[in-house]
């Protein structure tokens, strides 16, 4: 057994011809540290020297209780051309059990397992430096003189290796191929997690990069939207004025012409169109302005939600669902519905705009109600983990499961000819606040049994930093 490193032309590693059998290490799957006091514990239990090195002589461990002898064998050059066959032949790959023989340098009895990570073969413990009964010390001093060694040093190193059984040494022996075995299994399941962790870090680094770039592509998105609707609000401004002026100048002329001396047949023509056709345009066009108008604010509403620094603060979401509820208690009383609040969770949040997304889902629940029965809005909430989940349940109208995804769109409206008025706007806002909080919404719903939506919020304040990043 040689501490050093040792060429080894005629040793063949069954690994050969695997694309990344050299890549692997035993270094790369275990704590060397742990490996090495294993080593010396059983060294030091089995009264055999040890030393673990890899496929190509290499240590990898530092040797332990290695005795004195081998060193005064390998000064000669015959003794450590010796130990070089003996450390090819043991150091070959053995997958089916333990190597065990006497080394062709005194017959000193050694032995060693193969430590493998599926089929490739990775590193050797090799164990050794034992002389049993069937070696005498007359045989071991004729050794000496035959390869040149300093008898008298060898003689005291003699004296200091191990003595035991053939037989001892041969259940040591399958004592190691056992935890080479363990060790095999273990380097492979260690290279299995490795490999799975960085393919996770690798996943983490392009989802942050992603993320990032989302970031930007969204801020890039809100500032074309803000300018847009900026620029759109000067014409509209515009169409409003004049469509004003032109609804005053026909009633003026309305009032000319009915005051006129006019041929009757032309009185026939011209009130119709005075009266009538000119006044019905207009209003066509008062009512597009207007809608252009609440477009262009719904668009800067949420070009500007990126814009808006959040104020996080713990909230008592009590306190501040039942003044979002005091604010439409009209509509409420109006619509002949029932609101009840059951004990809800704090959670972390702009007051301002979770107010605005529970406002939004209560004016929906009001606006889509399902005629034929009364509407009862029920608010819970409990505490998961890192979240508090609130969900608010009502007996509406209800919504397919195909368009749970629609009503998310900007201007998705799943009924835009319907009675009830809106631009698609509000769910699409009320999503991006919940986001911007780090939190997630979504809907549970199918036609007349109606619907619930939860919105997750998180418990705790996020720091300004992170709230930035993540913004």
Same mark, same amino acid.
């Given at each position: 057994m040689n501490p050093g490193h040792i060429a080894r032309p005629d040793v063949q590693d069954r690994s050969e011809g695997t694309a990344d059998s050299g890549s692997i290490r035993l270094e790369k799957v275990f704590d060397l540290e742990e490996i090495q006091k294993i080593q010396d514990s059983f060294a030091l239990s089995t009264?055999?020297?040890? &030393? &673990?090195?890899?496929? $190509?002589?290499?240590? @990898?461990?530092?040797?332990?209780?290695f005795?004195?002898?081998?060193?005064?064998?390998?000064?000669?050059?015959?003794? /450590?051309?010796?130990? @070089?066959?003996?450390?090819? @032949? @043991?150091?070959?790959?053995? *997958?089916?059990?333990?190597? #065990?023989?006497?080394?062709?340098?005194?017959g000193l009895l050694e032995g060693g397992t193969s430590i493998r990570v599926g089929d490739r073969h990775i590193a050797n413990w090799l164990i050794g430096q034992v002389r049993d009964e069937s070696v005498d010390d007359e045989t071991m001093m004729a050794y000496a003189g035959k390869i040149g060694a300093d008898e008298e040093a060898y003689r005291v190193a003699l004296q200091t290796v191990h003595r035991m059984p053939a037989v001892r040494f041969a259940r040591i022996c399958e004592t190691l191929y056992l935890i080479g075995a363990q060790l095999s299994k273990l380097a492979s399941h260690n290279l299995y997690q490795a490999r799975l962790i960085a393919e996770r870090k690798q996943a983490e680094l392009e989802r942050e990069h992603l993320v990032?770039?989302? %970031?930007?592509?969204?801020?890039? /998105?809100?500032?074309? +939207?803000?300018?847009?609707?900026?620029?759109?609000? $000067?014409p509209l401004l515009n169409v409003q004025g004049f469509g004003r002026r032109l609804e005053q100048d026909?009633?003026?002329?309305? %009032? !000319?012409l009915s005051e006129a001396n006019l041929p009757e047949d032309i009185r026939q023509k011209t009130l119709p169109i005075t009266q009538e056709q000119i006044p019905k345009a207009l209003k066509f066009i008062r009512t597009g302005v207007e809608k252009m108008d609440t477009l262009i604010g719904g668009l800067l509403k949420i070009s500007r939600l990126g814009q808006v620094k959040l104020k996080a603060e713990i909230l008592n979401m009590d306190l501040l669902l039942r003044q979002a509820?005091?604010? &439409?208690?009209?509509?409420?009383?109006?619509?002949?519905?029932?609101?009840? !609040?059951?004990?809800?969770?704090?959670?972390?949040?702009?007051? #301002?705009? +979770? $107010?605005?997304?529970?406002?939004? /889902?209560?004016?929906?629940?009001?606006?889509y109600r399902d005629p034929s029965r009364p509407l009862r809005i029920r608010v819970t909430g409990r505490s998961e983990g890192d979240s508090s989940i609130y969900c608010i349940a009502d007996t509406g109208k209800g919504i397919a499961?195909?368009?749970?995804?629609? &009503?998310?769109?900007?201007?998705?409206?799943?009924?835009?000819?319907? *009675?009830? $008025?809106?631009?698609? !706007?509000?769910?699409?806002?009320?999503?991006? +606040?919940?986001?911007r909080h780090g939190g997630w919404i979504w809907v549970e719903s199918s036609p007349g049994t109606g619907s619930s939506f939860f919105v997750a919020l998180p418990c705790r304040t996020v720091s300004p930093g992170k709230e930035a990043r993540e913004a």
């Open positions: 009264g055999v020297a040890s &030393i &673990i090195a890899d496929v $190509s002589g290499n240590p @990898i461990t530092r040797p332990s209780n005795c004195q002898l081998c060193e005064q064998i390998r000064k000669t050059p015959k003794g /450590l051309a010796n130990c @070089i066959c003996s450390d090819a @032949i @043991i150091g070959r790959d053995h *997958p089916e059990g333990p190597v #065990m023989q006497r080394c062709l340098s005194g990032r770039e989302l %970031a930007g592509k969204n801020r890039d /998105l809100e500032n074309v +939207i803000y300018a847009a609707s900026h620029d759109l609000r $000067s026909c009633s003026q002329l309305a %009032a !000319l509820l005091s604010a &439409i208690n009209y509509q409420v009383q109006e619509a002949g519905a029932s609101v009840e !609040l059951g004990q809800l969770p704090s959670c972390a949040g702009d007051p #301002m705009l +979770i $107010s605005q997304v529970f406002s939004n /889902l209560f004016d929906n629940a009001l606006k499961k195909e368009n749970h995804e629609k &009503i998310w769109e900007l201007f998705g409206r799943l009924d835009p000819t319907g *009675p009830v $008025s809106g631009e698609g !706007l509000g769910l699409n806002l009320v999503k991006r +606040i919940v986001e």
